[in-house]
């Protein structure tokens, strides 16, 4: 698998921002036939960092209604990052 098919989006939450910020973590929403392995190689290669240990775990679909008509939001995997000490990966720059 390619490392720009590995990583999908960065996940800024309020939640991700602090453990970013207070244990050096950082969430990724990934593809989700991408392992563990994968992450940690798309993640070092991408931004030149060092990864000390990836968890994932598989977001299940979800049912959404707008008025009648019900449909389904699509299962996807997210990955949380620990990067080693004194590295960073900044997503908003100046921002």
Do not use: C
Request: net charge positive; aromatic share 6%; charged share 30%.
């Amino acid at each position: 698998m390619n490392v720009y098919e590995v990583i999908q989006r960065p996940l800024v939450t309020e939640k991700s921002n602090i453990a970013r910020e207070e244990a050096n973590v950082v969430t990724l929403a990934v593809n989700p036939r991408a392992t563990k392995y994968d992450i940690r190689n798309a993640v070092e290669s991408l931004f030149s960092v060092r990864v000390l240990s990836v968890h994932t775990m598989r977001q299940p679909r979800k049912t959404r209604r707008v008025g009648k008509n019900a449909g389904r939001k699509p299962e996807w995997k997210k990955a949380i990052v620990h990067l080693a000490e004194g590295q960073s990966i900044e997503f908003f720059e100046g921002v």
